[in-house]
């Protein structure tokens, strides 16, 4: 039986995440049209996110070799996981792997 783990942390906005902090994007509080604008930057469920710097609120996040500027409202929307809790979203299994049958 392949079962999701549980996050060892309460998903939290990414606006209160330490610079530095490297964590995994969990889910959107936000309606259609932000999450699928998200999703097509590569903030999808599951990713992994560096906060590299933030000035007034606004946030600089790198995933791969890519770096994107948020601002806080936006990045109030975005829960998150630290990198050391494990990645909770619908379409992997555990570790991130993708499940069966959902490719």
Not at 10 to 34: I, N, Q, Y
Not at 39 to 44: F, H, N, Q
Not at 65 to 85: D, F, S
């Amino acid at each position: 039986m392949n079962t999701v783990p549980k996050p060892t942390t309460e998903p939290f906005p990414l606006a209160r995440a330490a610079d530095g902090l490297e964590v995994f994007v969990t889910s959107f509080d936000s309606d259609k049209d932000l999450s699928i604008r998200l999703m097509d930057l590569g903030l999808v469920s599951g990713a992994r996110v560096r906060i590299v710097h933030r000035r007034r609120g606004d946030l600089v996040v790198a995933r791969d070799n890519m770096r994107l500027a948020l601002g806080e409202a936006t990045a109030e929307r975005i829960m998150v996981v630290p990198c050391g809790a494990a990645p909770v979203h619908r379409r992997t299994g555990a570790a991130g792997t993708p499940r069966q049958g959902m490719t």
